[in-house]
Protein backbone atom coordinates (compact mmCIF):
# COMPACT_ATOMS: atom_id res chain seq x y z
CA UNK A 1 0.00 0.00 0.00
CA UNK A 2 2.49 2.67 0.64
CA UNK A 3 4.53 1.93 -2.15
CA UNK A 4 1.54 2.70 -4.02
CA UNK A 5 0.56 5.81 -2.24
CA UNK A 6 4.49 6.95 -2.68
CA UNK A 7 4.17 6.76 -6.65
CA UNK A 8 0.73 8.49 -7.10
CA UNK A 9 2.65 11.09 -4.80
CA UNK A 10 5.68 11.09 -7.17
CA UNK A 11 4.09 9.88 -10.48
CA UNK A 12 4.59 13.60 -12.01
CA UNK A 13 4.39 12.70 -15.98
CA UNK A 14 1.12 11.42 -16.39
CA UNK A 15 -0.23 12.82 -19.67
CA UNK A 16 3.20 13.45 -21.13
CA UNK A 17 3.90 16.72 -18.24
CA UNK A 18 7.85 16.75 -18.49
CA UNK A 19 8.58 14.41 -21.20
CA UNK A 20 10.36 15.97 -24.14
CA UNK A 21 10.67 12.88 -26.14
CA UNK A 22 8.29 13.04 -29.00
CA UNK A 23 8.19 9.23 -29.04
CA UNK A 24 7.87 9.22 -25.27
CA UNK A 25 5.17 11.72 -24.99
CA UNK A 26 2.95 9.92 -27.69
CA UNK A 27 2.88 6.74 -25.39
CA UNK A 28 2.31 8.75 -22.13
CA UNK A 29 -0.31 10.78 -23.89
CA UNK A 30 -1.96 8.80 -26.86
CA UNK A 31 -1.27 4.94 -25.68
CA UNK A 32 -1.56 4.73 -22.08
CA UNK A 33 -5.25 6.91 -21.75
CA UNK A 34 -6.12 5.27 -25.34
CA UNK A 35 -9.69 3.24 -24.48
CA UNK A 36 -10.21 2.47 -28.40
CA UNK A 37 -11.28 -0.61 -29.03
CA UNK A 38 -9.58 -3.18 -31.22
CA UNK A 39 -11.15 -6.02 -33.44
CA UNK A 40 -9.33 -8.46 -31.20
CA UNK A 41 -10.46 -7.05 -27.61
CA UNK A 42 -13.89 -8.80 -27.28
CA UNK A 43 -13.27 -12.38 -28.06
CA UNK A 44 -10.49 -12.65 -26.11
CA UNK A 45 -12.25 -10.93 -23.17
CA UNK A 46 -15.02 -13.55 -24.35
CA UNK A 47 -12.43 -16.17 -23.41
CA UNK A 48 -11.50 -14.62 -20.02
CA UNK A 49 -15.18 -14.44 -19.07
CA UNK A 50 -15.13 -18.61 -19.47
CA UNK A 51 -11.83 -19.15 -17.56
CA UNK A 52 -13.26 -17.38 -15.36
CA UNK A 53 -16.41 -19.31 -15.00
CA UNK A 54 -14.19 -22.78 -15.50
CA UNK A 55 -14.73 -25.29 -12.45
CA UNK A 56 -12.30 -28.25 -13.80
CA UNK A 57 -8.65 -28.25 -11.99
CA UNK A 58 -5.39 -28.67 -13.11
CA UNK A 59 -2.19 -29.16 -11.97
CA UNK A 60 0.07 -26.62 -12.01
CA UNK A 61 3.92 -27.21 -11.44
CA UNK A 62 5.14 -24.27 -10.02
CA UNK A 63 8.93 -23.95 -10.36
CA UNK A 64 9.31 -20.38 -8.99
CA UNK A 65 7.48 -20.78 -5.27
CA UNK A 66 8.10 -24.60 -5.29
CA UNK A 67 4.28 -24.78 -4.33
CA UNK A 68 2.95 -26.70 -6.86
CA UNK A 69 -0.91 -28.56 -6.89
CA UNK A 70 -4.25 -28.64 -7.94
CA UNK A 71 -6.36 -25.34 -8.61
CA UNK A 72 -9.24 -24.48 -10.45
CA UNK A 73 -9.21 -22.55 -13.86
CA UNK A 74 -11.58 -20.03 -12.83
CA UNK A 75 -9.03 -19.49 -8.99
CA UNK A 76 -6.50 -19.21 -11.45
CA UNK A 77 -7.94 -16.58 -13.82
CA UNK A 78 -8.97 -14.46 -10.83
CA UNK A 79 -5.64 -14.23 -8.91
CA UNK A 80 -2.92 -14.88 -12.16
CA UNK A 81 -4.08 -13.13 -15.49
CA UNK A 82 -3.50 -10.06 -15.95
CA UNK A 83 -6.63 -7.27 -16.01
CA UNK A 84 -8.15 -6.05 -18.66
CA UNK A 85 -6.73 -2.86 -19.46
CA UNK A 86 -3.01 -3.91 -18.66
CA UNK A 87 -3.41 -6.51 -21.33
CA UNK A 88 -4.44 -4.19 -23.64
CA UNK A 89 -1.91 -1.99 -23.09
CA UNK A 90 0.37 -4.38 -24.02
CA UNK A 91 -1.02 -4.90 -27.57
CA UNK A 92 -1.35 -1.47 -28.34
CA UNK A 93 1.98 -0.89 -27.46
CA UNK A 94 3.04 -3.81 -29.81
CA UNK A 95 0.53 -2.25 -32.52
CA UNK A 96 2.26 1.22 -32.17
CA UNK A 97 5.80 -0.59 -32.09
CA UNK A 98 4.53 -2.84 -35.07
CA UNK A 99 6.37 -5.51 -33.25
CA UNK A 100 7.09 -8.72 -35.59
CA UNK A 101 9.40 -10.52 -33.34
CA UNK A 102 7.65 -11.08 -29.43
CA UNK A 103 8.39 -13.02 -26.49
CA UNK A 104 6.35 -13.72 -23.03
CA UNK A 105 8.04 -15.32 -20.08
CA UNK A 106 5.12 -16.75 -18.13
CA UNK A 107 1.97 -18.07 -19.95
CA UNK A 108 -0.69 -19.21 -17.54
CA UNK A 109 -3.92 -19.38 -19.32
CA UNK A 110 -3.16 -17.83 -22.28
CA UNK A 111 -4.90 -14.48 -22.28
CA UNK A 112 -2.06 -12.06 -22.50
CA UNK A 113 -0.45 -14.45 -25.16
CA UNK A 114 -3.63 -13.87 -27.48
CA UNK A 115 -3.45 -9.74 -26.66
CA UNK A 116 0.20 -9.85 -28.11
CA UNK A 117 0.05 -12.60 -31.27
CA UNK A 118 -3.15 -10.24 -31.57
CA UNK A 119 -0.61 -7.31 -32.92
CA UNK A 120 -0.59 -8.64 -36.37
CA UNK A 121 -0.96 -11.96 -37.97
CA UNK A 122 2.29 -11.70 -39.44
CA UNK A 123 3.61 -11.79 -35.99
CA UNK A 124 5.51 -14.85 -33.73
CA UNK A 125 5.04 -14.82 -30.58
CA UNK A 126 7.20 -17.11 -27.85
CA UNK A 127 5.87 -18.05 -24.50
CA UNK A 128 7.66 -19.83 -22.13
CA UNK A 129 5.30 -21.80 -19.23
CA UNK A 130 6.27 -24.05 -16.68
CA UNK A 131 3.16 -25.70 -16.27
CA UNK A 132 2.24 -28.05 -18.70
CA UNK A 133 -1.53 -28.54 -18.12
CA UNK A 134 -1.46 -24.61 -18.10
CA UNK A 135 0.14 -24.62 -21.75
CA UNK A 136 -2.51 -27.25 -22.54
CA UNK A 137 -5.60 -24.95 -21.57
CA UNK A 138 -3.84 -21.84 -22.89
CA UNK A 139 -3.85 -23.62 -26.06
CA UNK A 140 -7.19 -24.87 -26.30
CA UNK A 141 -7.91 -21.09 -25.89
CA UNK A 142 -5.69 -20.26 -28.41
CA UNK A 143 -7.31 -22.42 -30.76
CA UNK A 144 -10.65 -21.47 -29.78
CA UNK A 145 -9.57 -17.70 -30.76
CA UNK A 146 -7.92 -18.87 -34.06
CA UNK A 147 -4.87 -17.61 -33.41
CA UNK A 148 -2.16 -19.50 -34.65
CA UNK A 149 1.34 -17.47 -34.48
CA UNK A 150 2.07 -18.54 -31.17
CA UNK A 151 4.86 -21.38 -30.00
CA UNK A 152 4.46 -22.18 -26.31
CA UNK A 153 7.49 -24.09 -24.92
CA UNK A 154 7.05 -26.11 -21.81
CA UNK A 155 9.10 -26.65 -18.49
CA UNK A 156 11.14 -24.71 -16.06
CA UNK A 157 12.04 -21.18 -17.64
CA UNK A 158 15.56 -21.94 -16.08
CA UNK A 159 16.18 -24.63 -18.04
CA UNK A 160 14.75 -24.00 -21.23
CA UNK A 161 15.21 -20.24 -21.58
CA UNK A 162 18.97 -20.01 -21.41
CA UNK A 163 18.63 -22.44 -24.74
CA UNK A 164 16.52 -20.93 -26.26
CA UNK A 165 17.58 -18.29 -29.83
CA UNK A 166 14.89 -16.41 -31.57
CA UNK A 167 14.81 -16.22 -35.08
CA UNK A 168 15.18 -12.85 -35.15
CA UNK A 169 16.10 -10.20 -32.73
CA UNK A 170 13.35 -9.02 -30.47
CA UNK A 171 11.04 -6.66 -30.85
CA UNK A 172 8.95 -6.79 -27.76
CA UNK A 173 9.01 -9.12 -24.21
CA UNK A 174 6.73 -9.20 -21.32
CA UNK A 175 8.50 -10.66 -18.14
CA UNK A 176 5.47 -12.38 -16.07
CA UNK A 177 7.48 -15.41 -14.36
CA UNK A 178 8.54 -16.00 -10.82
CA UNK A 179 8.25 -13.13 -9.22
CA UNK A 180 11.90 -12.45 -7.41
CA UNK A 181 14.17 -9.89 -7.97
CA UNK A 182 17.16 -12.47 -8.91
CA UNK A 183 14.65 -14.29 -11.76
CA UNK A 184 13.99 -10.82 -13.10
CA UNK A 185 17.41 -9.74 -13.50
CA UNK A 186 18.35 -13.20 -14.48
CA UNK A 187 15.25 -12.74 -17.41
CA UNK A 188 16.51 -9.65 -18.09
CA UNK A 189 19.97 -10.14 -19.12
CA UNK A 190 18.56 -13.41 -20.75
CA UNK A 191 16.21 -11.84 -23.25
CA UNK A 192 17.86 -8.22 -23.44
CA UNK A 193 20.74 -9.89 -25.09
CA UNK A 194 18.49 -10.56 -28.15
CA UNK A 195 16.76 -7.65 -28.08
CA UNK A 196 16.87 -4.69 -31.18
CA UNK A 197 17.29 -1.66 -30.34
CA UNK A 198 13.82 0.16 -30.88
CA UNK A 199 12.78 -3.49 -28.39
CA UNK A 200 10.46 -2.61 -25.91
CA UNK A 201 10.55 -4.13 -22.61
CA UNK A 202 7.46 -4.72 -20.05
CA UNK A 203 8.18 -6.15 -16.45
CA UNK A 204 5.35 -6.93 -14.68
CA UNK A 205 4.78 -6.33 -10.77
CA UNK A 206 7.83 -4.31 -10.37
CA UNK A 207 6.37 -2.71 -6.75
CA UNK A 208 5.12 -6.48 -5.80
CA UNK A 209 8.10 -6.65 -3.39
CA UNK A 210 10.91 -4.78 -1.89
CA UNK A 211 12.97 -7.81 -4.27
CA UNK A 212 11.43 -6.97 -7.49
CA UNK A 213 11.72 -2.97 -6.46
CA UNK A 214 15.30 -3.16 -6.18
CA UNK A 215 15.39 -5.23 -9.41
CA UNK A 216 13.60 -3.27 -10.97
CA UNK A 217 15.85 -0.33 -9.94
CA UNK A 218 18.91 -2.30 -10.94
CA UNK A 219 17.56 -2.38 -14.32
CA UNK A 220 16.82 1.52 -15.03
CA UNK A 221 20.29 1.57 -14.15
CA UNK A 222 21.51 -0.97 -16.51
CA UNK A 223 24.04 -0.06 -18.98
CA UNK A 224 21.86 -0.59 -21.66
CA UNK A 225 19.16 0.92 -20.71
CA UNK A 226 18.23 4.89 -21.72
CA UNK A 227 14.64 5.43 -20.82
CA UNK A 228 11.72 3.71 -18.14
CA UNK A 229 8.43 4.22 -17.35
CA UNK A 230 6.96 3.33 -14.05
CA UNK A 231 3.41 2.63 -13.87
CA UNK A 232 3.48 0.60 -10.66
CA UNK A 233 1.46 -2.54 -11.82
CA UNK A 234 4.46 -2.63 -14.41
CA UNK A 235 7.74 -0.89 -16.18
CA UNK A 236 8.33 0.17 -19.50
CA UNK A 237 11.85 -0.68 -20.20
CA UNK A 238 13.53 1.45 -23.88
CA UNK A 239 16.71 1.06 -25.46
CA UNK A 240 17.31 3.85 -27.99
CA UNK A 241 20.49 5.64 -27.11
CA UNK A 242 18.56 8.63 -28.73
CA UNK A 243 16.62 9.01 -25.39
CA UNK A 244 17.55 10.72 -21.96
CA UNK A 245 18.84 7.97 -19.85
CA UNK A 246 15.71 8.64 -17.24
CA UNK A 247 12.35 6.98 -15.64
CA UNK A 248 9.03 8.70 -16.02
CA UNK A 249 6.95 7.72 -12.84
CA UNK A 250 2.94 7.79 -14.49
CA UNK A 251 -0.59 7.25 -13.04
CA UNK A 252 -2.33 4.37 -15.26
Known amino acids: MWAYVRHQA ?71 LKPRREAQLLMRLGVMQGAREL ?54 INLTLPKWQP ?7 FIDANHTGDSLLRYFELTQAHRNEHAIFAIDDIHASRDMEQAWKRICKHKEVSATMDLYSMGLVFFDPNLEKKTYRIRF
Open 10 to 80: CAGNTLGYGIHSPYLFNIARTILPSTEPYYAFEPIEALRRNLLSEEKTVYVEDFGTGRSGKRRVSDIARTS
Open 103 to 156: LELGTSLGITSAYLASIDSRAHLTTFEGAPELAKTARAGWHQLGIQNITCIEGD
Open 167 to 173: EKPLDFV
